[in-house]
């Protein structure tokens, strides 16, 4: 693959151009923060130059962009800041403002990289970054690492990054050649005819500005016999996990919900093995249909079908979807996203410190542990963001809500009566709301 070797003047991603726009469009959302405290004898002078070491290694988390738009890189370098003078009240006030504020596109550095000495043997590293040159689940792959070079050179050895066989410029080069495709073509075709009678909405709302959210979450694990039970019905309806769950994901809204509404699914590139290890935002979206008059299995077979259909043509369906003119320009309230990963602990290290979730200690060496905490979330309009990791026998499901549009007490029961859903499968057992 040629990649960033061959010229620096790789274009820009789908999902990078639409991000850009509203960024001009004053839209200071899509903030991807994650924290944790680390506990032990940390090597400062160290731990500044193995984790931006790794970070620059990836062109991706070095872009900056200019106006028209094209990309400019800048090595990253590690804030250091002892705040051991603060108290704990003032230090978690500190990270939630430090993790939300904005970031400028064309003048900070886009991926954050802070370690904040809040005691003797007590720190915090903060990451931050806008979405524009990463998501999630990079977010998580570079904590992996980093933390695994820093061990390395805490230890003596010398760290040899991962070589990848491809990158985020060979994965632009393949999706610009299938949009340019005639199956490219045929495929922006169809979500363009799809999403047609949205058309006069997404006119109507494109001028308007759009703000940054403020979200809280509420977070759900389902593990155990009723994981096993979820898949076993799953298979005995002959659909996967992912359009299981997103058909329990849509009943639910419809039972909750007294208005018609659009929900975008994210179907990953993560989920294709040649993806998984690449470093940057590789969000690929497709809106499927929402029918409130169809028997639960006629919703599983209908979005079974939908799903494989958005599987092959995501590419052209991003340019539309809630990175697109759909999503951001309709109101927060009618429109949802779900996302999922399916991940194998062994196979890809995903445990609950790189994913996000608020995890217990776990000892990184001997003298070294670390556990994630919660930090607040900012991202562009949806009603409810459902963002979901099947991962070492786990399915943890983290329910992202525009406080706007609901309040604590209606996600609660939300997530309680999603989770009946997908335990129960047909409606027929499911209890009255």
């Given at each position: 693959?040629?990649g960033?070797s ?21 839209s ?6 994650r ?22 290694s ?19 370098e ?11 009240t ?24 802070s ?18 040159i990463?998501d ?42 299938y949009?340019?495709?005639e ?28 703000v ?22 799953a ?27 659009w ?34 299995n006629?919703?599983?077979?209908r979005?079974?079908?939908?799903i ?26 009618r ?12 196979q ?16 990184l ?6 556990h ?7 991202l ?19 329910f ?34």
């Open positions: 693959m040629a960033w061959s010229s620096f003047s790789v274009p820009l991603s789908i999902t990078e151009q639409r991000i850009y726009d509203l960024n001009h469009r004053k200071l959302a899509d903030l991807i923060t924290a944790m405290y680390v506990k032990g004898d940390v090597d400062i002078e160290l731990f500044e130059k193995a984790i931006p070491g790794v970070a620059n990836y062109p991706i988390f070095r872009c900056r962009y200019d106006s028209s738009p094209t990309r400019s890189f800048k090595n990253i590690l804030d250091y800041l002892d705040i051991r003078h603060m108290s704990e003032h230090i978690t006030s500190f990270l939630r403002q430090f993790s939300s504020s904005p970031m400028d596109l064309n003048a900070d550095q886009l991926l954050g990289l370690l904040f000495r809040t005691g003797e043997d007590e720190y915090i590293f903060l990451t931050k970054s806008h979405h524009i990463t999630g689940i990079s977010l998580s792959l570079l904590w992996a690492e980093s933390l695994k070079n820093y061990l390395s050179l805490a230890t003596g050895k010398g760290f040899n990054p991962r070589v990848e066989d491809t990158d985020f410029a060979d994965y632009i080069n393949f999706e610009e050649a949009l340019d495709s199956r490219g073509q045929k495929a922006r075709y169809y979500w363009l005819n799809m999403l047609s009678e949205e058309q006069e909405a997404v006119e109507r709302a494109s001028h308007q500005e759009i940054s959210l403020s979200c809280d979450d509420v977070c759900d694990m389902i593990e155990g016999e009723d994981l096993v039970r979820i898949k076993e019905q298979n005995s309806a002959n659909v996967s996990l992912f359009t299981y769950l997103c058909a329990a994901y849509q009943q639910t809204l419809c039972e909750f919900l007294h208005f018609d509404f929900m975008s699914t994210n179907l990953s590139l993560r989920l294709k093995r040649e993806h998984r290890e690449v470093f940057g935002p590789m969000c690929r979206y497709a809106c499927l249909r929402v029918r409130r008059d169809e028997s639960w006629e919703k599983l077979s979005l079974s079908l939908e494989k259909r958005a599987v092959r043509t995501v590419y052209a369906a991003d340019s539309i979807g809630p990175h697109g003119s759909l999503g951001h320009s309709l109101n927060a309230s429109a949802y996203l779900i996302t999922f990963l399916q991940a194998e602990e062994h890809e290290g995903f445990t609950g410190v790189y994913t996000g979730e608020n995890s217990d200690w776990v000892d060496s001997d003298d070294l542990k670390i994630t905490i919660p930090l607040p979330t900012r562009t309009p949806y009603g409810i963001y459902l963002s979901m990791a099947a991962y070492g026998g786990r399915l943890r499901s983290s992202i809500y525009n406080v706007n549009c609901f309040t604590q007490e209606q996600m609660e029961s939300f997530v309680d009566r999603w989770h009946a859903r997908v335990i129960c499968g047909d409606g027929d057992r499911m209890p009255p709301l």
